[in-house]
């Protein structure tokens, strides 16, 4: 199986942080129900669907 990594940069060069996506859905965005929350006012509830379908996203 392979897995997929989210890397999160920040505005400075220095600011990442690396996520591994264990799931075969991963919701990213400013609501409380997502997989992974970013506080930022430009990011929609759910802004993004990350999604594994026959070993592949």
């Known amino acids: ?26 919701v990213v965005g400013r609501s409380s129900d997502a997989d992974f929350v970013l506080n930022d006012l430009y990011v929609s509830r759910h802004h993004a669907r990350i999604v594994r379908k026959n070993g592949k996203y």
């Open 1 to 26: 199986m392979s897995v997929a990594y989210l890397k999160l940069l920040g505005p400075e060069k220095d600011e990442e942080q690396v996520y591994p996506i264990n799931s075969n859905e991963t």
